[in-house]
Each structure stands twice: as structure tokens, then as C-alpha cells.
């Protein structure tokens, strides 16, 4: 959908919840990834698909650090950007490769959101802490593509 209509932007939005395996909100998995050349999926017969588009790199990493910033500042800790996964996802039993699937096929800017997943004292996260990974998100999406009135 976000091909057949150019988007200028889209995203992918996570977090890590659950009593097993959750991430705090505040420590760790908050990374902003965004789409670089020569990163690459395999196919069943061991085929690497890779990311080429250098137009839509450029764009994808000045829009990643734009969210780092957003984000860090909205959700009041550090927020890593990667250009790659930063590990094989092979070992996860998914396709082997550095980047996400939907960025690998998206022909336009698309920026992936992970993010700890839960709240002090709970599993998921509470209203505060939704609030301000979306208040990151927005302030992010409106200095990237900024609406003209
Ligand atoms: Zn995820």
C-alpha cells in the first residue's frame, strides 16, 4: 500500500511486552532503524535480495536520525539508529539478512520503531509511557514531512 501510493513515509511501530521476555521501557530495544544499500534478506535457495536504492537510503538515515532525536528527547532516554538489524536474523530462524522485511520490499522511506515494552511494575506499557513514544513518533513524522497550510 505504501508503494502503490509513493508515501513519503512510513513506519513500522514495536515494542518488547510480556512478563517473559519484555524489555523495560527505559533500558534497552529502543532503536530506530532505517533502510541502507547493501543490506539483504536470502531466499530459500540461499539468494541475497539486497536493499539498493541510494535515493531512498539517503532519505531513510536523515529521517533515522530525526527520530533518534524525537524520541530520545520525548521518551527521555537513549534511542539507538541502525542501518542493519545488527545481527543475522538467520539465528531467529527467519529468512537469513541485516534488515527488516517490510524495509527490504518498501520502495519508499521507511523507518522501524522498537522500543522496551514495558512499564515500571507491569507487563505492557502504561498511558504515560504510550504517550510518550507516540509524542516521539509524531514530532518525528512532522519535522520529516512537514504538512504545508
Ligand atoms: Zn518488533
Same mark, same amino acid.
Given at each position: ?6 508515501a513519503a513515509l ?6 518488547? @511486552?510480556g512478563?517473559?521476555?519484555g %524489555?523495560?521501557f527505559?533500558q534497552?530495544n529502543n532503536?530506530? #532503524? #532505517?533502510?541502507?544499500v547493501?543490506?539483504y534478506r536470502a531466499?530459500?535457495?540461499?539468494k541475497?535480495v539486497y536493499?539498493t536504492?541510494r535515493?531512498?537510503? !539517503? %532519505?531513510s @538515515?536523515r529521517?533515522?536520525q530525526v ?5 530520545a528527547?520525548?521518551?527521555?532516554h537513549?534511542?539507538?539508529v541502525r542501518? !542493519?538489524?545488527? #545481527? !543475522?536474523?538467520g539465528?531467529?530462524d ?5 534488515i527488516w %522485511?517490510?524495509?527490504?520490499l518498501?520502495?519508499?522511506p521507511? %523507518?522501524y ?5 514495558n512499564?515500571?511494575?507491569?507487563s505492557?506499557l502504561?498511558?504515560? !509511557?504510550?504517550?510518550r #513514544? ?5 514530532a518525528?513524522v512532522?519535522i520529516c514531512?512537514?504538512?504545508?497550510r
Amino acid at each position: 500500500m505504501a508503494n502503490n501510493a509513493h508515501a513519503a513515509l512510513a513506519l513500522s511501530i514495536h515494542d518488547q @511486552a510480556g512478563p517473559k521476555g519484555g %524489555i523495560a521501557f527505559n533500558q534497552g530495544n529502543n532503536t530506530v #532503524y #532505517y533502510q541502507k544499500v547493501g543490506t539483504y534478506r536470502a531466499t530459500r535457495s540461499g539468494k541475497r535480495v539486497y536493499f539498493t536504492d541510494r535515493t531512498i537510503a !539517503d %532519505i531513510s @538515515a536523515r529521517y533515522g536520525q530525526v527520530f533518534q532525536q524525537q524520541r530520545a528527547r520525548a521518551e527521555g532516554h537513549s534511542v539507538a539508529v541502525r542501518g !542493519d538489524v545488527g #545481527y !543475522d536474523l538467520g539465528d531467529r530462524d527467519l529468512a537469513p539478512g541485516n534488515i527488516w %522485511i517490510v524495509q527490504l520490499l518498501s520502495r519508499v522511506p521507511w %523507518i522501524y520503531n522498537e522500543a522496551g515494552g514495558n512499564s515500571a511494575g507491569i507487563s505492557g506499557l502504561n498511558a504515560a !509511557d504510550k504517550q510518550r #513514544y507516540a509524542n516521539g513518533l509524531v514530532a518525528a513524522v512532522e519535522i520529516c514531512v512537514p504538512t504545508h497550510r
